[in-house]
């Protein structure tokens, strides 16, 4: 059974950095794609950033793009989402989940393509 974990949100302020990790039980994160998305409170889930297990491509958001970083450490079987300069609306629970059939492609992260959706971390950035 394939469970993940998204864990290291909390509060911060505007212009503050955290790290979030994602790990898992179950499997090998190097054989799967990871994505991270977020909801906000009545908004729709959305793409942050992906990362591909074939090829290490990335995507990010546009929002996102020269803020955040996903970087994956096989040997702690843990990939990471580093946000700084952090804006109010990024607030949202952040989620990580896997896939095997994803395309990652640096625009493209298709969210219907994965599954085994972890518990999310709650990023909460203050102004």
């Known amino acids: 059974d394939v469970q993940l974990q998204a864990s290291g949100g909390g509060l911060v302020q505007a212009g503050g950095s955290l790290r979030l990790a994602c790990t898992s039980s179950g499997f090998t994160f190097e054989d799967y794609s990871i994505g991270w998305f977020r909801q906000a409170p009545g908004k729709e889930r959305e793409g942050v950033s992906c990362i591909s297990d074939s090829d290490g491509s990335t995507y990010y958001a546009d929002s996102v793009k020269g803020r955040f970083t996903i970087s994956s450490d096989g040997a702690k079987n843990t990939v990471y989402l580093q946000m700084n300069s952090l804006k109010p609306e990024d607030t949202a629970v952040y989620y990580c989940?896997?896939?095997?059939?994803?395309?990652?492609?640096?625009?493209?992260?298709?969210?219907?393509?994965?599954?085994?959706w972890g518990q999310g971390t709650l990023v909460t950035v203050s102004s």
């Open positions: 989940a896997a896939s095997l059939i994803a395309t990652i492609t640096t625009t493209r992260c298709p969210q219907d393509d994965f599954y085994s």
